[in-house]
């Protein structure tokens, strides 16, 4: 898989973050924040309500140079596509406040979605307003709200971030297919897997 070398080869200097005790949403929590405006790659200026979609949104926390981001990510613009077959929308939100003048800069980001091809809005969560609010600890980590804007799933994108041809649960793809096919997800809640956020600390 591309750069898994390169992710193996660091991986062990990565922290996991499973928990953390910032107040998160929880399951049937309406999305909050859905109107704040946030530059994204392109230079436009757009909220969580512009990207929602008829059956939903999926906001992903996500950032330029974690090895868990850089595992997963090629398979990002596959998840948008079943978000889009699914008319779920989709936003990637950086959050890493802390790294802002460095790695995760604007520049940076524009840099990162050209080199990468990435198909979805990418933009700055400026002072970790939105990751805050969630409760968003990890890069990557997905909230995917249904059509009344209400939690439907959150956690890890599937349970394999090392290889996407070994992955066994795809829970990410699951949900987003229960949403458009308007059934009840199954599974609700998965651990993220990731680096922590650099956030801004309220």
């Given at each position: 898989m591309k750069k898994l070398a390169f992710?193996?080869?660091?991986?062990?200097?990565?922290?996991?973050?499973?928990?953390?005790?910032?107040?998160?949403?929880?399951?049937?929590?309406?999305?909050?924040?859905?109107d704040v405006k946030m530059k994204d790659v392109s230079g436009a200026e757009m909220s969580?309500?512009?990207?929602?979609?008829?059956?939903g949104l999926l906001v992903m926390f996500s950032c330029n140079t974690c090895p868990f981001v850089m595992a997963w990510e090629?398979?990002?613009n596959e998840v948008k596509q079943w978000a889009d077959d699914n008319e779920v929308g989709m936003i990637v939100l950086n959050s890493n406040y802390q790294k802002r003048d460095g790695a995760d800069s604007f520049d940076e980001m524009k840099k990162k979605a050209k080199a990468e091809g990435y198909k979805f809005n990418y933009v700055v969560d400026k002072e970790s307003k939105i990751a805050n609010a969630f409760g968003g600890q990890t890069t990557p980590h997905v909230f995917l709200f249904d059509g009344d804007m209400k939690l439907a799933y959150k956690g890890a994108i599937d349970d394999n971030y090392k290889d996407a041809e070994g992955v066994s649960q795809a829970y990410l793809k699951d949900a987003l297919m229960s949403l458009g096919n308007d059934n009840n997800v199954a599974i609700t809640e998965t651990k993220p897997v990731g680096c922590g956020i650099k956030r801004k600390v309220e």
């Open positions: 992710v193996l080869g660091i991986l062990l200097s990565v922290n996991l973050a499973f928990g953390s005790d910032a107040k998160q949403l929880e399951i049937g929590d309406k999305a909050v924040h859905t969580l309500s512009d990207a929602s979609k008829e059956n090629d398979r990002f």
